[in-house]
Structures are given as structure tokens and as C-alpha cells.
């Protein structure tokens, strides 16, 4: 590792990284095949996997690129509010890209502002990555990724991964110490509701539901995993809740900032008789995966757990529901009605 090598990988330790490591723009482009691979096995997402073949070949829209720097960031600290245990998925409660109230967020502009103190060019992206970042970080040595298609270090998989592409060739690549899965372990794949994860590291994105319960699900009463979504309101933790090699990972110390507030206006009986003014402008930001026009998601989602884990006194929200201004809504809760075999 070159001295630059170095200060880069010792400034993001410094700046509360767990791991970083730089492979060479070129290391990226067998991650195609891996895009070809999952396509093979699941053609109904061929479509889907296209969009993110750019990120193999990034010198066609980044010509100057030589290098990838990745990092990786522990979110498995915070403290996970008990109520929104199994509603919505803890990337998303403890999502630091663009929240600018979070240590993470402010940590990764410091080091950003770093790479350009070296005189480096950058280029990050801190909604969806740069590139494939799993893959970046497997080929940087920095982990491995497991049968159920996440990311894990010695910290299990609770982990954010952030890019750059910078204009010099450097390269940081650690040799991981990590167990592989158990041999005969299957417990994510048998445990995904959907069964999106068929095999081990084959999984459909179209339905899984943590993008069910975000960008896919726009008609939840004809959807035919509408079931199997269960409880959650917004993502996904199954797979990596029943993980072994996530036993004991989670150590809740820290609180999350503003998390607390928030989380305190998060149920499903809330969220059917919240304000859209309030869904907008105070839940939209935190869980950005759904825009802010198509906040009635989260009320056709809560009325989809509401039929899943029936409970009584869902009874007159899925009534009122009947008279909410927006059509997507007023259509679910019709089918809810329905379904329960509910009574006026």
C-alpha cells in the first residue's frame, strides 16, 4: 500500500469508518457477469438488473475515473424502537445518506472534503452509490457477501457502504478472515416471506418486499405477495434477523437523532389518519424511498398490515379509510372490507 493509499484508508478510520479499502476502476467490470448470472436465474428481472450494468464500466461516464475508494460504516448501534420492530427495516430507521441531523452524514461530507484536500477529483453518489457497492467492497477485501445477498464484516451485515471514484490509481485491498456460511444453513432462504431469495445469493428484487413496500407495490390488493408482506410497513429485516452470523451483532448504544420523535407518530392506526401535509413533510424526508407525490403508499401499506395481523380496533380505521381523499386509498381499504368480511 502506497503512502497515499494509506492516509485515505487512516483518515476514514479516523472519521468512524469501520473498514475502507481502493481497487482500480478495471476490478468493477466482472461484476457484469454477475448481473448476467442473476438474470439467468430469475428473466423477469432482466429488465431491472440492465439499469445497473453502467456500474461495471464506469469510464464511460466517468472517463477521468481510476480508482474506487469504499468504506464501510456500522449502523448495528442504535437503539431500535420497539414498536417499529418488524415494521419497518432498520437500513431505513438508522439511514444516514441524506439525513444532514446524523454524525454519519456530516462524517462522510469530512471526508469527502479530505479526498479533495489530497487533490484527488471525486465523484460520489449518496442516494443508491456510485457503483455496485457490495461488489466494490468484496473486491476490496473488506467482507464478504452471504447467501442472502448482504454485505457482512466481523460486525454482521447492519452496514452502510458509501463510494467514491477518484482520478488516481491507488489500491487498499484487505485479505478477509471471515467464516463462510455454515455448510448446510439455509434459514435465509427458507424464512424470505416471498420467497424472492430462491437460492442462496439468487434473489428476485421485484419481490422482495422491502420493494414492495417502497418503489413496488402500486396495486396491493391484486398483488399476489400482498400476504406474504406481512407486518412491515416500509422494508425488510427476515433475512438478516434470522442470519446466525448476525447473532449478537446488534449493540444498541447510541440513539439516532430525531428518531425518537418521529417513531412516536409510526403506526399503522397513525399513519391511516395522518395529516398528508405531515406524511410529506416530516415522514417523507426521513424514509425517502417513496416520493413525495405517492405518500399514500404508506396508508395502502398500513391497511395491508392491518389485514395480515388483524387486530379488532383496526376495524374503524379501515372504515374511515373508505372516505380518504386519494383513490389508491379509498380502492384498499375497500378491498380490506372485503376481505375481513367487515360491517358498517
Known sequence: MNSLSNQIKTAALRMGYEKCGIIKIADMADYEGKLKERSEHVPEAKAFDEKFQRFAYLQKTYPWAKSVVVCVRQYGKYKVPEHLQGRIGKYYLFDSRRD??????????????????????????????????????????????????????????????????IDQELEAIETPALKACPENCNRCVKSCPTASLSQPHIMNPLACVSFLTTFGGRDLPNDKYNAQIGCWLFGCDVCQDVCPMNKN?????????????????ISPEKILTMDYSFLEEKVQPKFWYIDKQDVWKWKVNAINAMVNDYQEHYKEYILKACYDSNEKVREMAAWAIKKLELSA
Open 100 to 165: 444532514k441531523h446524523s454524525r454519519d452524514f456530516q462524517d462522510s461530507l469530512k471526508f469527502e472534503a479530505y479526498l479533495k484536500e489530497l487533490g484527488l477529483k471525486t465523484e460520489t453518489e449518496r442516494k443508491f452509490g456510485i457503483t455496485a457497492l457490495r461488489w466494490a467492497a468484496f473486491k476490496a477485501g473488506l467482507g464478504l457477501t452471504r447467501r442472502n445477498n448482504f454485505f457482512y464484516t466481523e460486525s454482521g451485515s447492519w452496514l452502510h457502504l458509501e463510494a467514491w471514484l
Open 249 to 265: 451483532r446488534w449493540q444498541a448504544k447510541e440513539e439516532f437523532p430525531a428518531l425518537s420523535e418521529l417513531s412516536s407518530h
